[in-house]
C-alpha cells in the first residue's frame, strides 16, 4: 500500500509557472512508476506526465510537452511537476498516481492515487 499526497497547486497567471509535490508514504517509492494526470471540470481525467521508477525515463502528453518537467527524488519518497509558460485551459485538479507495472500513459494501469492538488490559471 501507497499513500500519496499532492501540494503546490493554486492560482497562477497565464504565463507562469508551479511545482507540484507528491510525497509517498508505505512501500518502497522506488518500486514504482509515477505519473500525473489532471480532470478539468465535465471531462475526463486525462494523463499529463510519467516517469519510471530509476527516474531514467519520462513521458509526456503532447499538450504539456515542452513546458512540464516531471522529476523524482527517491531519497524524499517524492515526485515532482514542474509547469512553465501554463495556460488557462491547463485549469484542473491534478493527481499523482503510483503504478506496480511499468510507467504508462493509462488511468486504469496505476494501483495507488492521491486526492488531487487544484491548479487553477488566470488568462
Known amino acids: 500500500q501507497v499513500q500519496l499526497v499532492e501540494s503546490g497547486g493554486g492560482l497562477v497567471q497565464a504565463g507562469g509557472s508551479l511545482r507540484l509535490s507528491c510525497a509517498a508514504s508505505g512501500r518502497t517509492f522506488s518500486g514504482y512508476a509515477m505519473g500525473w494526470f489532471r480532470q478539468a471540470p465535465g471531462k475526463e481525467r486525462e494523463f499529463v506526465a510519467a516517469i519510471s521508477r530509476s527516474g531514467g525515463s519520462t513521458y509526456y502528453a503532447d499538450s504539456v510537452k515542452g513546458r512540464f518537467t516531471i522529476s523524482r527524488d527517491n531519497a524524499k519518497n517524492t515526485v515532482y511537476l514542474q509547469m512553465n509558460s501554463l495556460k488557462p485551459e491547463d485549469t484542473a485538479v491534478y493527481y499523482c498516481?503510483?503504478?506496480?507495472?511499468?510507467?504508462?500513459?493509462?488511468?486504469?494501469?496505476?494501483?495507488?492515487w492521491g486526492q488531487g492538488t487544484q491548479v487553477t490559471v488566470s488568462s
Open positions: 498516481a503510483a503504478d506496480e507495472g511499468y510507467y504508462t500513459n493509462t488511468p486504469a494501469s496505476y494501483d495507488y
